[in-house]
């Protein structure tokens, strides 16, 4: 019988909303206003392996080194800050029935979103809301819907959605595929 091999390269765990897993040592992240990832209070700017199981992140100040279905590998080419997360957006692109896109900017930008369903689904309605914003869209099968968001400057801005009509990939919970998340930050005159 063949010895378990260990990645030895990685030497903490840092944890983003989330409870601890086991019995590794972790440290708490949190974001400051402009997308700084900070630990101990201090931006951290050490490589960064990301788990990326039902959620799309977006950084800057990072190089993409690697890239697998449920983590990317990132060396820190300035100060890494997060851009977008999408917490329930799974890798094939469908959103769980419930989650959050969240925009770190200091300088305001638009989010752009393109849903779809494949033909052979049921319309899905899903609520879009945050700040000054409540719209149900219904997303019928073959269909593309692009939308817009403008995002206001000045730190982090979030756009939940939900559906109270989920259909289930084998046994995952999915409501409609979210074709395009992007943000797109408002240049400076």
Do not use: C
């Not at 997060?82 to 692109?93: H, K, N, S, T």
């Not at 979103?113 to 869209?137: C, D, E, F, N």
């Not at 559906?163 to 995952?172: A, K, M, N, T, V």
Request: cysteine-free; proline content about 8%.
């Amino acid at each position: 019988m063949a010895a378990p091999l260990l990645n030895t390269s990685v030497k903490r765990l840092l944890l983003l909303g989330s409870a601890p897993i086991d019995q590794f040592d972790t440290k708490t992240v949190r974001v400051a206003g402009d997308g700084t990832l900070l630990v101990d209070g201090r931006p951290d700017r050490r490589p960064l392996l990301v788990q990326t199981y039902g959620s799309t992140v977006q950084l800057s100040g990072v190089e993409r080194v690697r890239h697998e279905l449920v983590f990317d590998l990132y060396r820190p080419i300035g100060t890494p800050r997060l851009r977008v997360l999408a917490a329930g957006r799974f890798a094939d692109r469908w959103l769980a029935p419930k989650g959050a896109i969240t925009v770190w900017t200091k300088t305001g930008g638009t989010l752009e979103l393109v849903l779809a369903l494949p033909a052979g689904t049921q319309v899905t309605p899903i609520v879009l809301s945050g700040k000054g914003i409540k719209r149900t869209v219904r997303v019928h099968p073959g269909q593309r819907i692009p939308l817009s968001f403008r995002v206001p400057a000045g730190g982090a801005w979030n756009l939940h959605f939900s559906s109270d009509r989920p259909g289930y990939l084998g046994e995952r919970a999915v409501s409609v595929r979210a074709e395009r998340v992007s943000f797109e930050p408002r240049r400076s005159p």
